[in-house]
């Protein structure tokens, strides 16, 4: 096995590696094989990082907001710098295509762009008071020590959601990113540190999930839980976190609706939501999931969806002409596997795709269903892959049954040229982020967020500094 890329971890402004000799390995999803190793972070690490979070806390957030705010902005300097390498590491760890791995280095370096303005406008209240003798105000200050918990699908900008307005309001954090994918979020971590973050402000450990984050829930020092993941993880996160009554944010699963009224090109809105669904190869929590299209149009909606899925290329993410990388596990590929063989149980019937790839590697066709039943596993479970159910409808009312007839709330995507309909169907769907005629809906400006099972609080926005705020009112009383 050849170590070709080497990580540590950095606990209180050094990088360190194992203690012991226990190591995780980095594989390559195009291959199989290793491609590098992290350490895997002990107990007595932990506590170092714990130690280390809460003193660095105490001087982090005594600093202005306009150091907070210069040390964001420098880092996403640097990290425009570094953009290639980075892009680099993302695809080589997790498989996307390379052109999607720089757009996920851009927008996580607009991340730390947008969180040094935000740095400095966090504003309180000074109300009004009944009892004119007593002066009233709401100072709004950081919550505390964070423990942040990140997946493999976006490895690097996941991370940045969640670091950068964290430092900007005054917290510290603790980062574990996706172990199949460690290695952009420890660039990003070199990256603060050459911009002159202070020693312990962000850590990032490495190893196992479980073990992580049962020892760091279980310190009273950890006031913040933040977690972007699966809704099982997330719930037993929650528990976990209950001891100690940590805040909570969960960015959880989605399973997004997508409703095509019959007044659109079906031709033209086919190819686009082909576009959209297989982009990341489907492993994104907002993907375009379960296409709802009215039955005036359904057919040729579902032939130029095929047709487009047809021309998609499938291969390694290093090369240019690469639209659909592979899948992050074999396991992954077994399930998609197993939700395919399910809808055709079931009496769907195969457009395109429908099985892996043969050869090495984690690859699986882009695969096409039509008239997909409600009772079919891929229209509960989360996907998470490349896989399309279409089904039909006949009624507006019946489409929004559809489309909020699982236990998730995240993205919903609607299409249509009637006002009408945008505004029923926009206001009805129950999900945290609607697009219209679009599947573009994540900006740092605006908040990111699920409903039901899809999560608790917001990234993104105002709204994510929220998050690591809490109110403090205090009442002075004058002669
Ligand atoms: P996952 O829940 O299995 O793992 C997510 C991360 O949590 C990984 O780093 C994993 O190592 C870690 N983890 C697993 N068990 C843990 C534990 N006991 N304690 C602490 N950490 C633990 O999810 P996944 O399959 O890696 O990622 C895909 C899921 O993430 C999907 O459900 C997807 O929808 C969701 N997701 C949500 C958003 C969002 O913003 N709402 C964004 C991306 C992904």
Not at 257 to 271: E, F, H, K, L, S
Request: aromatic share 6%; glycine share 8%; proline share 6%.
């Amino acid at each position: 096995m050849t170590k070709t890329l080497d990580a540590a971890q950095l606990i209180d402004g050094e990088w360190v590696n194992s203690l012991g000799d226990a190591y995780l390995s980095v594989d390559s999803p195009v291959t199989g094989l290793q491609i590098s190793t992290v350490p895997a972070v002990d107990a007595s690490q932990l506590d170092r990082a714990l130690a280390a979070s809460e003193s660095a806390w105490a001087e982090w957030k005594a600093r202005s907001a306009w150091e907070r705010s210069s040390i964001l902005r420098r880092a996403s300097e640097l990290m425009t710098e570094r953009a290639e390498e980075i892009a680099i590491r993302l695809t080589q760890e997790m498989g996307k295509p390379i052109v999607e791995s720089r757009l996920e280095v851009a927008a996580s370096i607009e991340q730390f762009d947008w969180y040094a303005d935000e740095a400095r406008r966090i504003y309180g209240r000074i109300p009004e008071s009944r009892n004119t003798t007593l002066r009233l105000a709401v100072r709004r200050e950081p919550v505390g020590p964070v423990a942040a918990f990140t997946p493999w699908n976006f490895p690097l900008l996941l991370a940045a959601r969640k670091v950068a307005p964290a430092l900007a309001a005054g917290c510290t954090m603790i980062l574990k990113p996706a172990s199949e994918a460690p290695g952009p979020a420890l660039l990003m971590g070199e990256v603060l540190q050459s911009a002159g973050l202070p020693s312990g402000v962000l850590q990032i450990v490495t190893g196992k999930a479980q073990f992580i984050s049962e020892h760091l829930l279980s310190s009273p020092i950890v006031r913040k839980l933040s977690f972007t993941g699966s809704v099982p993880v997330g719930k037993h996160l929650i528990a976990l976190g209950a001891a100690n009554v940590v805040n909570v944010s969960m960015e959880l699963g989605g399973h997004a609706p997508v409703v095509i009224m019959g007044d659109v090109n079906a031709t033209q809105i086919g190819r686009l939501c082909a576009s959209g669904k297989f982009r990341n190869a489907g492993q994104i929590c907002i993907a375009p999931t379960r296409f709802y299209v009215h039955e005036s149009i359904a057919d040729e909606f579902a032939s130029a969806f095929a047709a487009r899925t047809a021309e998609l290329v499938v291969g390694d993410g290093m090369n240019d002409a690469t639209d659909i990388g592979p899948l992050i596990s074999d396991s992954a590929r077994v399930r998609i596997s197993d939700l395919v063989a399910d809808a055709l149980s079931h009496g769907s019937e195969l457009l395109c795709g429908g099985k892996p790839q043969p050869g090495e590697g984690y690859f699986f066709e882009p695969t096409v269903l039509l008239d997909v039943p409600a009772h079919a596993k891929i229209m509960q479970d989360e996907p998470f892959g490349p896989v399309a159910p279409i089904v039909r409808f006949s009624t507006r009312d019946e489409a929004i049954g559809h489309a909020n007839n699982t236990p998730f709330g995240l993205a919903a995507y609607i299409f249509t040229n009637n006002l009408d309909d945008v505004t029923v169907l926009s206001e009805q769907i129950q999900a945290g982020i609607v697009g219209v005629n679009t599947f573009a809906v994540s900006a740092a400006s605006v908040p990111f967020s699920g409903v039901k099972h899809s999560g608790i609080g917001a990234e993104n926005g105002t709204e994510a500094m929220d998050g690591y705020l809490v109110p403090k009112t205090i009442v002075t009383a004058h002669a």
